[in-house]
């Protein structure tokens, strides 16, 4: 027979209502009660019932993931942390994809949002920062987190210092001997290409290397616009010796290229990207890349965002952490190749 919520009460000796206060994880239980009443619910199995608990609630326990964004790797890493996150507090997840450009965008959220009753949605970029959607919104009164929004100002969410990240790559070629160093950019509306592209400018600038706009090209975080983009610097007259791309999807992409070119890497030519996901390890050589902790960014976004849902000022930004992946993709710059080319 199924656990009812009754005998988790009974088990613990406490009412039902303090037995859904604590799963529920509200203020104004004490803790000795609080353990009690986990205790019961562990040792009996208990699993909520979610069509009770949105009756009881007026909540649907349920939560949606928004996101147009080309990278299945990324957005794969955001999902498991959500789940994550949404199996420690009893709830659903909901994946709602939606396109950035389209006429009906908004029309298109409104459905989601209409028909999947979500308590709140978990936001990724570019959506982070699509005025019509912020506005829309707040209209509607409806709870939402941000995964690297550009704007920050009384948002909740998580972001990365990405622009130092990059400062500390570009330190990283430079000591290999690197000068020429071209950037490959990520989508144009997404905040991420513009601190990316920041922390390019000024890891070349501390390095004393002047910049090139020459050497900058733009993706959109695609795979198949990172081999474009690296056919078109590795044919130039002079070409780099590096190549970093915005994110690992791009830099695989340019990887394949070089390959096919001929060229070695890092013999030939070093590359590195941005987000340590699964395809950096998977390629070969391995990738040389900024780990961004993007399952626990999922993870974090979603518990500040059940925080905003039980109280109307609960959430708040958090900035996670972030660590070089030093790997075979990037090398000492080989000085006799350079000059000859």
Not at 1 to 21: L, N, P, Q
Not at 29 to 35: A, I
Not at 112 to 117: F, K, L, V
Not at 179 to 201: D, F, V
Request: glycine residues 8%; proline residues 6%.
């Amino acid at each position: 027979m199924r656990v009812r919520i009754e005998d988790v009460a009974e088990a613990a000796g406490v009412s039902m209502k303090t037995v859904s206060r604590v799963l529920n994880q509200e203020p104004n239980v004490s803790e000795d009660t609080r353990k009690r009443v986990e205790a019961a619910a562990r040792k009996l199995q208990y699993r909520p019932n979610p069509s009770a608990r949105s009756l009881a609630g007026q909540r649907s326990f349920l939560v949606a993931l928004l996101y147009d964004n080309p990278s299945s790797n990324y957005l794969m890493e955001v999902q498991a942390g959500m789940l994550d996150a949404c199996i420690a507090q009893h709830y659903n997840l909901m994946l709602a994809p939606v396109t950035y450009g389209e006429r009906k965008f908004l029309a298109h959220v409104d459905e989601i949002i209409q028909h999947s009753r979500a308590d709140g949605l978990v936001l990724t970029p570019p959506l982070t920062d699509h005025p019509g959607l912020m506005k829309r919104l707040g209209q509607l009164g409806i709870p939402y987190a941000n995964i690297s929004p550009k704007l920050r100002g009384g948002r909740i969410g998580v972001v990365l210092d990405e622009e130092r990240a990059v400062r500390e790559m570009m330190a990283h070629l430079v000591s290999l001997g690197h000068r020429r160093i071209a950037h490959i950019k990520g989508h144009p509306e997404h905040g991420a290409s513009q601190w990316r592209l920041n922390g390019y400018r000024d890891g070349l600038a501390a390095a004393g290397i002047e910049f090139d706009p020459g050497l900058v090209v733009e993706g959109d975080f695609h795979y198949d616009t990172g081999a474009i983009c690296a056919q078109r610097l590795l044919l130039m007259d002079n070409p780099p010796t590096a190549i970093f791309a915005a994110n690992d999807d791009m830099a695989a992409g340019t990887i394949r290229t070089a390959s096919e070119m001929g060229l070695s890497i890092p013999g030939d030519v070093s590359v590195c990207g941005f987000d340590d996901t699964p395809i950096s390890r998977q390629i070969y050589p391995p990738l040389t890349t900024v780990r961004q902790p993007t399952r626990e960014m999922g993870r974090l976004a979603t518990n500040e965002l059940f925080k905003r849902i039980k109280a109307p000022d609960g959430g708040q930004m958090i900035t996670a952490g972030y660590e070089l992946q030093l790997r075979q993709s990037t090398g000492p710059i080989d000085k006799g190749r350079a000059r000859r080319r």
